[in-house]
């Protein structure tokens, strides 16, 4: 297993695997509790984007091919059996472009992709208009942010967790404007949209997603914003449907 692939619960007898791929200016914190929240089956693998956490000493990813390519290591490490990519936000188009390239690479494909609080990348000219710039000053970054509920109030007033934060984000938002889709990018997987009643993504972004996928397509309204609700947040595997539970059978 790659340093990027993190397993907050080793389950190396699990049949399959959950590969989960961070929003902009993410880490993997926010995704462990969930290790708990998955069937025994399933083995919960994160993987770590370069320049946090335990890789804070690597360079962060100069573009998205550079950003994808790291993915990519990841990806090989844990193919051998089935699993499933799940993205939010960022992490989205991430996982959708990952699917695209395991099969270019010659890899499996995935089971299924679940793809989160994020519109299609097919309209990656306008996303610009909905997220800051990597030149915007420290407080406006702090301010969206916070807005968006990705900063936990137990580090608001830690000037250095919050510099490190600042520092993340401005990265990653440099990495998402290199981003271009390509004309005809598609995949043939089966699809879970999952999106906040409260988001500004729009009701129209399920089907926008369907024109890049030629397998089935469902979607899933969840309370809350961008990050749902904390407790939505807190058990958010027991909503994708490909893994086989719901909290209802929790």
């Known amino acids: 297993m790659p340093p990027s692939a993190i397993r907050p619960l080793p389950r190396p007898h699990a049949s399959r695997t959950l590969l989960c791929l961070s929003f902009c200016g993410g880490g993997t914190a926010p995704f462990r509790p969930w290790a708990r929240s998955l069937p025994e089956d399933v083995e919960l693998v994160l993987h770590c984007y370069p320049g946090r956490e335990g890789r804070f000493t690597e360079p962060f990813a100069k573009d998205w091919r550079d950003m994808l390519d790291d993915a990519l290591t990841a990806l090989r490490g844990i193919a051998r059996r089935p699993y499933v990519l799940f993205g939010h936000s960022m992490g989205a188009w991430a996982a959708f472009d990952l699917a695209r390239r395991a099969s ?94 409260d988001d500004s993504i729009g009701a129209e972004a399920p089907e926008r997603w369907r024109l890049l996928n030629g397998g089935p397509l469902e979607a899933t309204w969840l309370p809350g914003g961008h990050f749902y609700t904390p407790e939505v947040w807190a058990r958010l595997p027991e909503y994708l449907t490909v893994l086989g539970r719901s909290p209802s059978a929790a």
């Open 104 to 197: 270019a690479e010659g890899l499996p494909a995935p089971q299924s992709l679940a793809l989160s609080a994020a519109d299609s990348p097919a309209l990656w000219r306008n996303a610009t208009r909905h997220r800051p710039e990597p030149n915007d000053t420290d407080q406006q970054l702090i301010d969206w942010m916070c807005a968006k509920g990705q900063l936990p109030e137990s580090i608001l007033g830690d000037e250095g967790i919050m510099q490190i934060a600042v520092e993340i984000l401005r990265a990653d938002l440099g990495i998402m404007n290199s981003y271009r889709y390509g004309a005809g990018d598609r995949v043939e997987v089966p699809v879970q949209v999952l999106l906040g009643e």
